[in-house]
């Protein structure tokens, strides 16, 4: 398990040179908020980190819910039973095993490690622009149709699931890279990944942290690259 941090932001992550896997823990003033639990090691490593700073995780917050983004929630719910789960209702629909797609959204399929999970949490389904805590709802759709994303105005600190990943290269939701494919191949929409990566970039961004790669700082300019790169892939 490697632990980093990057001002209020901790980034957990396992297999980091195979296939990479992160949960992140923000440090509010008074409480934790964890972003996604990809597995289950993720937990006791989280739990260190609360009694270390003496504080309760408040919050948990999936992104969207492939199995790499939310397979540690069955330990999770039971170390941390008071924790409040949240996820975009959209996405909350695919979490209960809903795969259909409604009539104003693209018809792809949606892609991916899925499965049905029982959670015994409260549950609350957080609306665009809504906060949780410091961090800002922002709906960053295409890698699920009800992907979100988290972003701190104080750190500059913006977490994105699978909008966009860094191991072994930048690339938007949707962007199939050679030594590392799963991301690409598992999105559903990549028009949709655009138009919220662009999205994206009207944001100060200090610390960008992905599903999947390191932490990288001032990213803008290269998910400009990513989404040109992305654009060119889709004319051709």
């Known amino acids: 398990m490697r632990v980093k941090k990057y001002d209020k932001l901790y980034q957990l992550t396992v297999f980091s040179y195979v296939f990479p896997i992160s949960s992140y823990v923000y440090e509010e003033n008074n409480f ?130 699978d909008a966009i990943q860094t191991f072994r290269g930048i690339a938007i939701a949707g962007d199939v890279r050679k030594l590392f494919p799963f991301p690409g191949l598992a999105t559903w929409s990549r028009e949709n990944s655009i138009l919220s990566a662009e999205k994206l970039l009207k944001l100060n961004v200090h610390y960008l942290g992905t599903g999947h790669g390191n932490v990288v700082e001032y990213p803008n300019e290269k998910i400009l690259k990513s989404i040109n790169r992305l654009r060119n892939k889709i004319k051709k």
């Open 32 to 161: 934790l908020t964890v972003i996604d639990i990809g597995v289950k090691a993720f937990v006791k490593e989280i739990f260190k980190l609360s009694q270390k700073l003496n504080k309760k995780v408040k919050f948990i917050v999936i992104t969207h819910p492939h199995n790499d983004h939310i397979g540690g929630i069955e330990e999770f719910q039971k170390q941390f039973p008071e924790t409040q789960f949240c996820i975009s209702k959209r996405d909350g629909r695919i979490l209960a095993g809903d795969y259909t797609l409604d009539e104003n959204e693209s018809q792809e399929k949606i892609r991916g490690g899925l499965k049905v999970r029982k959670i015994n949490l409260p549950i609350k389904h957080v609306f665009i622009g809504e906060k949780i805590g410091s961090l800002k709802v922002i709906d960053t759709k295409g890698h699920t149709p009800g992907s979100i994303s988290l972003y701190s105005d104080d750190s500059q600190v913006l977490v994105v699931g």
